[in-house]
Antibody, heavy 122, light 113 residues
Framework: QVQLVQSGAEVKKPGASVKISCKAS????????MHWVRQAPGQGLEWMGI????????SYAQKFQGRVTLTRDTSTSTVYMDLSSLGSEDTAVYYC???????????????WGQGTLVTVSS | DIVMTQSPDSLAVSLGERATINCKSS????????????LAWYQQKPGQPPKLVIY???TRESGVPDRFSGSGSGTDFTLTISSLQAEDVALYFC?????????FGQGTKVEIK
Protein backbone atom coordinates (compact mmCIF):
# COMPACT_ATOMS: atom_id res chain seq x y z
CA GLN A 1 0.00 0.00 0.00
CA VAL A 2 1.11 3.55 -0.68
CA GLN A 3 2.74 5.25 2.30
CA LEU A 4 4.41 8.60 2.78
CA VAL A 5 6.30 8.78 6.06
CA GLN A 6 7.67 12.12 7.14
CA SER A 7 10.41 12.98 9.61
CA GLY A 8 9.61 14.13 13.12
CA ALA A 9 8.73 17.46 14.66
CA GLU A 10 11.30 20.24 14.70
CA VAL A 11 11.88 23.28 16.88
CA LYS A 12 13.97 25.99 15.29
CA LYS A 13 15.14 29.49 16.17
CA PRO A 14 14.37 32.45 13.92
CA GLY A 15 16.80 32.69 11.04
CA ALA A 16 17.58 28.97 11.05
CA SER A 17 16.77 26.40 8.37
CA VAL A 18 14.80 23.17 8.52
CA LYS A 19 14.96 20.09 6.34
CA ILE A 20 12.05 17.63 6.33
CA SER A 21 12.09 14.22 4.68
CA CYS A 22 9.26 12.28 3.11
CA LYS A 23 9.91 8.60 2.41
CA ALA A 24 7.64 6.99 -0.15
CA SER A 25 6.78 3.31 -0.47
CA UNK A 26 4.24 1.07 -2.13
CA UNK A 27 4.48 2.55 -5.63
CA UNK A 28 7.00 3.47 -8.33
CA UNK A 29 8.61 6.56 -6.84
CA UNK A 30 9.69 8.25 -10.05
CA UNK A 31 6.24 8.07 -11.65
CA UNK A 32 4.47 10.60 -9.44
CA UNK A 33 5.25 14.23 -8.73
CA MET A 34 5.37 15.21 -5.05
CA HIS A 35 3.69 18.34 -3.70
CA TRP A 36 4.52 20.14 -0.47
CA VAL A 37 1.74 21.91 1.38
CA ARG A 38 1.78 23.64 4.74
CA GLN A 39 -0.89 24.57 7.28
CA ALA A 40 -0.35 27.17 9.96
CA PRO A 41 -2.22 26.62 13.27
CA GLY A 42 -5.96 27.03 12.71
CA GLN A 43 -5.41 28.11 9.12
CA GLY A 44 -5.97 26.77 5.63
CA LEU A 45 -3.75 24.87 3.21
CA GLU A 46 -0.90 26.63 1.44
CA TRP A 47 0.92 25.07 -1.53
CA MET A 48 4.68 25.51 -1.44
CA GLY A 49 6.01 23.68 -4.44
CA ILE A 50 6.35 20.48 -6.43
CA UNK A 51 9.18 18.18 -7.42
CA UNK A 52 9.40 15.66 -10.22
CA UNK A 53 11.20 12.67 -8.69
CA UNK A 54 12.13 11.42 -12.15
CA UNK A 55 14.47 14.27 -13.06
CA UNK A 56 14.50 16.48 -9.96
CA UNK A 57 12.84 19.45 -11.69
CA UNK A 58 10.93 21.77 -9.42
CA SER A 59 8.37 24.54 -9.35
CA TYR A 60 7.87 26.80 -6.34
CA ALA A 61 5.19 29.19 -5.17
CA GLN A 62 6.36 32.77 -5.68
CA LYS A 63 6.03 33.39 -1.94
CA PHE A 64 8.73 30.84 -1.16
CA GLN A 65 11.09 31.44 -4.10
CA GLY A 66 14.64 31.69 -2.85
CA ARG A 67 13.80 30.18 0.55
CA VAL A 68 12.59 26.69 -0.30
CA THR A 69 14.45 23.87 -2.01
CA LEU A 70 12.90 20.54 -2.94
CA THR A 71 15.20 17.63 -3.69
CA ARG A 72 14.89 13.89 -4.05
CA ASP A 73 16.95 10.75 -3.58
CA THR A 74 15.78 8.03 -5.93
CA SER A 75 17.94 5.41 -4.20
CA THR A 76 15.84 5.74 -1.03
CA SER A 77 12.57 6.99 -2.58
CA THR A 78 12.76 10.06 -0.41
CA VAL A 79 11.87 13.67 -1.09
CA TYR A 80 13.25 16.54 0.99
CA MET A 81 11.94 20.03 1.70
CA ASP A 82 14.48 22.59 2.90
CA LEU A 83 13.19 25.95 4.15
CA SER A 84 15.63 28.67 5.16
CA SER A 85 15.51 32.01 7.01
CA LEU A 86 12.72 30.80 9.25
CA GLY A 87 10.44 33.26 11.00
CA SER A 88 7.60 32.81 13.45
CA GLU A 89 5.18 32.88 10.53
CA ASP A 90 6.69 29.60 9.31
CA THR A 91 5.35 27.75 12.35
CA ALA A 92 3.09 25.19 10.70
CA VAL A 93 2.48 21.55 9.87
CA TYR A 94 4.23 20.64 6.64
CA TYR A 95 2.85 17.89 4.42
CA CYS A 96 4.19 16.00 1.44
CA UNK A 97 1.45 14.75 -0.88
CA UNK A 98 1.67 12.47 -3.89
CA UNK A 99 0.48 13.86 -7.18
CA UNK A 100 -2.04 11.94 -9.25
CA UNK A 101 -2.27 11.16 -12.16
CA UNK A 102 1.17 9.89 -12.92
CA UNK A 103 3.70 11.95 -14.84
CA UNK A 104 1.77 15.19 -14.40
CA UNK A 105 2.43 18.35 -12.44
CA UNK A 106 -1.24 19.27 -12.95
CA UNK A 107 -2.20 16.84 -10.28
CA UNK A 108 -4.35 16.56 -7.23
CA UNK A 109 -3.02 14.63 -4.22
CA UNK A 110 -4.28 11.15 -3.45
CA UNK A 111 -1.91 10.27 -0.60
CA TRP A 112 -0.55 12.54 2.11
CA GLY A 113 2.19 12.19 4.66
CA GLN A 114 1.27 12.38 8.33
CA GLY A 115 2.61 15.91 8.60
CA THR A 116 5.62 17.42 10.35
CA LEU A 117 5.16 20.20 12.88
CA VAL A 118 7.80 22.91 12.65
CA THR A 119 7.83 25.39 15.50
CA VAL A 120 9.88 28.55 15.13
CA SER A 121 10.54 30.23 18.44
CA SER A 122 13.32 32.13 20.11
CA ASP B 1 -2.57 32.98 -9.27
CA ILE B 2 -6.04 31.45 -9.37
CA VAL B 3 -8.01 32.47 -6.28
CA MET B 4 -10.42 29.89 -4.86
CA THR B 5 -13.31 31.21 -2.77
CA GLN B 6 -15.55 28.87 -0.78
CA SER B 7 -18.95 29.59 0.70
CA PRO B 8 -20.11 29.43 3.36
CA ASP B 9 -17.21 29.52 5.81
CA SER B 10 -19.19 27.22 8.08
CA LEU B 11 -22.52 25.44 8.11
CA ALA B 12 -24.51 23.40 10.59
CA VAL B 13 -26.77 20.68 9.23
CA SER B 14 -29.02 18.18 10.99
CA LEU B 15 -28.09 14.51 10.78
CA GLY B 16 -29.53 13.00 7.63
CA GLU B 17 -29.97 16.36 5.92
CA ARG B 18 -28.14 17.73 2.89
CA ALA B 19 -24.97 19.81 3.15
CA THR B 20 -23.83 21.92 0.21
CA ILE B 21 -20.52 23.73 -0.14
CA ASN B 22 -19.71 26.06 -3.00
CA CYS B 23 -16.37 26.90 -4.53
CA LYS B 24 -15.63 29.57 -7.11
CA SER B 25 -12.38 30.04 -9.01
CA SER B 26 -11.16 33.41 -10.26
CA UNK B 27 -10.59 31.93 -13.70
CA UNK B 28 -11.65 28.80 -15.51
CA UNK B 29 -9.97 25.54 -14.53
CA UNK B 30 -11.46 23.70 -17.50
CA UNK B 31 -8.90 22.13 -19.80
CA UNK B 32 -10.65 22.14 -23.14
CA UNK B 33 -8.59 19.42 -24.79
CA UNK B 34 -9.94 16.77 -22.38
CA UNK B 35 -13.04 18.65 -21.17
CA UNK B 36 -12.01 18.17 -17.55
CA UNK B 37 -12.17 20.76 -14.81
CA UNK B 38 -9.12 20.40 -12.60
CA LEU B 39 -10.96 20.70 -9.30
CA ALA B 40 -10.68 18.51 -6.21
CA TRP B 41 -12.24 18.40 -2.76
CA TYR B 42 -10.54 17.32 0.48
CA GLN B 43 -11.86 16.49 3.91
CA GLN B 44 -9.75 17.23 6.97
CA LYS B 45 -10.45 16.14 10.53
CA PRO B 46 -8.57 17.60 13.53
CA GLY B 47 -5.02 16.34 13.83
CA GLN B 48 -5.14 14.51 10.50
CA PRO B 49 -3.84 15.27 7.02
CA PRO B 50 -6.37 16.12 4.33
CA LYS B 51 -8.12 13.22 2.67
CA LEU B 52 -9.06 13.27 -1.01
CA VAL B 53 -12.82 13.05 -1.50
CA ILE B 54 -13.50 14.15 -5.09
CA TYR B 55 -11.27 14.85 -8.11
CA UNK B 56 -11.88 15.91 -11.71
CA UNK B 57 -14.85 17.84 -10.23
CA UNK B 58 -17.07 14.80 -9.78
CA THR B 59 -15.05 11.57 -9.49
CA ARG B 60 -15.27 10.04 -6.05
CA GLU B 61 -12.04 8.69 -4.62
CA SER B 62 -12.02 4.98 -3.89
CA GLY B 63 -13.67 4.20 -0.57
CA VAL B 64 -15.55 7.48 -0.29
CA PRO B 65 -19.27 6.96 0.46
CA ASP B 66 -21.65 7.73 -2.36
CA ARG B 67 -23.43 10.37 -0.27
CA PHE B 68 -20.55 12.61 -1.38
CA SER B 69 -20.91 14.11 -4.84
CA GLY B 70 -19.28 16.90 -6.79
CA SER B 71 -20.55 19.01 -9.65
CA GLY B 72 -19.80 22.11 -11.68
CA SER B 73 -17.59 23.26 -14.50
CA GLY B 74 -15.37 26.15 -15.46
CA THR B 75 -15.41 28.44 -12.45
CA ASP B 76 -18.28 27.26 -10.23
CA PHE B 77 -18.29 24.04 -8.27
CA THR B 78 -20.27 22.32 -5.54
CA LEU B 79 -19.65 19.55 -3.04
CA THR B 80 -22.82 17.92 -1.75
CA ILE B 81 -23.21 15.53 1.16
CA SER B 82 -26.67 14.11 0.53
CA SER B 83 -27.35 12.79 4.03
CA LEU B 84 -24.99 14.12 6.67
CA GLN B 85 -23.53 11.56 9.06
CA ALA B 86 -21.72 12.25 12.32
CA GLU B 87 -18.41 11.13 10.80
CA ASP B 88 -18.69 13.82 8.11
CA VAL B 89 -18.02 16.60 10.62
CA ALA B 90 -14.82 18.12 9.29
CA LEU B 91 -13.21 20.94 7.39
CA TYR B 92 -13.58 20.78 3.62
CA PHE B 93 -11.27 22.41 1.08
CA CYS B 94 -11.56 22.81 -2.66
CA UNK B 95 -8.39 22.88 -4.75
CA UNK B 96 -7.58 23.80 -8.33
CA UNK B 97 -4.74 21.89 -9.93
CA UNK B 98 -5.15 23.31 -13.43
CA UNK B 99 -1.95 25.27 -13.05
CA UNK B 100 0.79 26.01 -10.57
CA UNK B 101 0.71 27.45 -8.06
CA UNK B 102 -1.93 24.97 -6.98
CA UNK B 103 -4.38 26.90 -4.82
CA PHE B 104 -6.96 25.99 -2.18
CA GLY B 105 -10.14 27.54 -0.94
CA GLN B 106 -10.11 28.89 2.61
CA GLY B 107 -12.09 25.93 3.93
CA THR B 108 -15.65 25.28 5.08
CA LYS B 109 -16.38 23.86 8.51
CA VAL B 110 -19.26 21.37 8.58
CA GLU B 111 -20.95 20.72 11.91
CA ILE B 112 -24.04 18.98 13.23
CA LYS B 113 -27.01 21.19 14.07
Amino acid sequence: QVQLVQSGAEVKKPGASVKISCKASGYTFINHYMHWVRQAPGQGLEWMGIVNPSDGSTSYAQKFQGRVTLTRDTSTSTVYMDLSSLGSEDTAVYYCARGYPRYSSSSHSDYWGQGTLVTVSS
Amino acid sequence: DIVMTQSPDSLAVSLGERATINCKSSQSVLFRSNNKSYLAWYQQKPGQPPKLVIYWTSTRESGVPDRFSGSGSGTDFTLTISSLQAEDVALYFCQQYYTTPVTFGQGTKVEIK
